[in-house]
Antibody
Framework: EVQLMESGGGLVQPGGSLRLSCAASGFTFSDHYMDWVRQAPGKGLEWVARTRNKANGHTTEYAASVKDRFTISRDDSKNSLYLQMNSLNTEDTAVYYC???????????????WGQGTLVTVSS | DIQMTQSPSSLSASVGDRVTITCRASQGIRNYLAWFQQKPGKAPKSLISAASSLQSGVPSKFSGSGSGTDFTLTISSLQPEDFATYYCQQYDNYPLTFGGGTKVEIK
């Protein structure tokens, strides 16, 4: 059974930093793309960042709103995904979801399994 | 960035109704379109990828169609467990972008 378990959320002051983690199990982690998607309270979904699989060099992509502030990384030996968040502001307040990416019938990678999310609150 | 526009933003329907949600992309995205279902307080669930391919375990009452810029999600016979918010998402180009959501409520 695929499981994704986020941790590391909490309350942080504007300008502060936080590191989210996602522990994966039930699948071969190194084979998959992994993403972070967030959802501000009462709002829609926003893609944050992606790390490609080992075969694609673990290269990364970012949303413009977080580029140069957030860093996505992974440790395939620990089946873990991370999101280092720096220079946080109130607009970063959201539930952050860890999401697995799998190859679809067209050969492109997209989301299939989602974690339960971890809440990040940026407030003074 | 590719803008994804869903319509309607909300709808009221009865159990047994056939429901169709539309998603339009601001430019062509071939068939790189996914649909997700989210219930209150829960994580999204993946329903469809590649515009029309059901994810494993998703019941066949859900179907997707379209290509290019116009896509639809259809629920053939609405059941109580289907009342939720539905999102479309394109993955043809970065940044990956979502529609604003369609809330399906009980009439």
């Amino acid at each position: 059974e695929v499981q994704l378990m986020e941790s590391g959320g909490g309350l942080v002051q504007p300008g502060g930093s936080l590191r989210l983690s996602c522990a994966a199990s039930g699948f071969t982690f190194s084979d998959h793309y992994m993403d972070w998607v967030r959802q501000a309270p009462g709002k829609g979904l926003e893609w944050v960042a992606r790390t490609r699989n080992k075969a694609n060099g673990h290269t990364t992509e970012y949303a413009a709103s977080v580029k140069d502030r957030f860093t996505i990384s992974r440790d395939d030996s620990k089946n873990s995904l991370y999101l280092q968040m720096n220079s946080l502001n109130t607009e970063d307040t959201a539930v952050y979801y860890c999401v697995r990416g799998s190859r679809d019938s067209s050969g492109y990678y997209n989301f299939d399994y989602w974690g339960q999310g971890t809440l990040v609150t940026v407030s003074s | 960035d590719i803008q994804m526009t869903q319509s309607p933003s909300s709808l009221s329907a009865s159990v047994g109704d056939r429901v169709t949600i539309t998603c339009r992309a601001s430019q062509g995205i071939r068939n790189y379109l996914a649909w997700f279902q989210q219930k209150p307080g829960k994580a999204p669930k993946s329903l469809i990828s590649a515009a029309s391919s059901l994810q494993s375990g998703v019941p066949s009452k859900f179907s997707g169609s379209g290509s290019g810029t116009d896509f639809t999600l259809t629920i053939s016979s609405l059941q109580p467990e289907d009342f939720a918010t539905y999102y479309c998402q394109q993955y043809d180009n970065y940044p990956l972008t979502f529609g604003g959501g369609t809330k399906v409520e009980i009439k």
